[in-house]
């Protein structure tokens, strides 16, 4: 995968707490020290429909 890949990291989907944290595939393990269990990661292009679809 190329390193500039779009990544969202979803902690609580669906809940009133649910919180998204974006970034590249080279930020991950950042991005990942920023949100807790349980999350969802979603790696790929899908990820710039994420303000489309709000």
Same mark, same amino acid.
Do not use: F, Y
């Given at each position: 995968?190329?390193?500039?890949?779009?990544?969202?990291?979803?902690?609580?989907? $669906? #809940? $009133?707490?649910?919180?998204?944290?974006?970034? $590249? !595939? $080279?930020? !991950?393990?950042? !991005?990942?020290?920023?949100? #807790?269990?349980? #999350?969802?990661?979603?790696?790929?292009?899908?990820? #710039? !429909? %994420?303000?489309?679809? %709000?």
């Amino acid at each position: 995968m190329r390193s500039d890949m779009p990544v969202a990291l979803v902690e609580n989907g $669906t #809940s $009133t707490r649910q919180r998204v944290v974006t970034g $590249t !595939l $080279t930020e !991950l393990a950042a !991005l990942a020290q920023q949100v #807790s269990s349980p #999350s969802l990661m979603i790696i790929g292009s899908v990820v #710039s !429909l %994420r303000d489309k679809l %709000r």
